[in-house]
């Protein structure tokens, strides 16, 4: 195989351990019926187990200087479709459009990218069963924080709200090449199916703005005090509660209750 010239700018901590790629394919739950997204086919360890288990694979890679080696890896194999491309300037749209059904994303993600893609695909997608993801250890814990904590925030309410989340196992940083600073986790994340709420959204960014001040003062800048305390009262909710206080479910009601106003 070529030598390869890791680049640090594209995330690039890649997989080789058969024993690990194995059992990410199989928390991902695929079948062979499946149509698998993969984002960042790297030197395409895993998406070779990959285009093993699914019917078909299409895996984006942003680094053209990876294609002799991925072509050479997945030669052979004919349910799989590599798209060199910056995956954040594909529309949502465009990528639906390139699977018959559902599918799934399996992904040993960029780390500087993390958030973005998450959001892109569990907003904008049409067509998104699930998201099996490594990620950083630390945006696992964020993704299932308790109420309370200093990692709950806009990634838990919003990640919770789309989908039902679960870390299925976590992954010693010595396992990636080169090694990153910090240990992963694998995280999957069944879509719920509901249509994307840009205002959800906004209303949730608003009431985490400034952690340090009531939900009450963050939510100001889109309700009247007046309002704000009609609702509180009528749900119980002290006017000296924080965001983090609220769990997923109270935000919903939160929300729902300013839009019947
Ligand atoms: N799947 C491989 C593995 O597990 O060994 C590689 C994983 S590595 C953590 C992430 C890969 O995503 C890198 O190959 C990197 O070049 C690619 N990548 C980074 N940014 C990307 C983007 N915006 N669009 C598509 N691929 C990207």
Do not use: C, H, W
Not at 232 to 257: D, G, P, Q
């Amino acid at each position: 195989m070529e030598k390869i010239n890791f680049k640090k700018k594209y995330g690039q901590n890649f997989l080789s351990d058969t024993n690990l790629l194995k059992a990410i394919v199989s928390d991902s739950l695929i079948t062979p019926e499946d149509e698998v997204l993969e984002i960042g086919a790297g030197a395409g360890a895993l998406t070779q187990e990959l285009a093993k288990s699914a019917k078909k694979v299409v895996s984006f890679e942003i680094d053209k200087s990876l294609e002799n080696i991925l072509f050479e890896k997945l030669n052979s194999y004919n349910n799989v479709e590599l798209i060199f491309s910056d995956i954040l300037n594909i529309k949502t749209q465009e990528i639906d459009n390139l699977f018959q059904n559902n599918y799934k994303i399996v992904a040993n993600l960029p780390y500087y990218i993390t958030s973005p893609i998450i959001f892109k695909f569990l907003e904008e997608s049409k067509k998104l069963d699930s998201m099996t993801i490594m990620v950083q250890k630390e945006v696992a814990e964020k993704m299932l924080a308790k109420p309370r904590t200093s990692s709950y925030g806009v990634l838990t309410v919003m990640v919770n709200y789309y989908a039902d989340v679960k870390i299925t196992r976590t992954v010693k940083k010595q396992m990636f090449t080169p090694m990153p600073k910090v240990d992963s986790a694998i995280v999957y994340l069944k879509l719920k199916q509901k249509p994307f709420d840009k205002e959800f959204k906004r209303f949730i960014q608003t009431a985490f703005s400034m952690r340090r001040k009531t939900l009450l003062n963050n939510l100001l800048k889109l309700y009247k005090k007046e309002d704000i305390e009609s609702v509180f009262n009528k749900l119980n909710i002290s006017l000296n509660t924080r965001a983090e206080e609220l769990s997923v479910t109270e935000f919903e009601t939160l929300y729902n209750s300013f839009r019947q106003k």
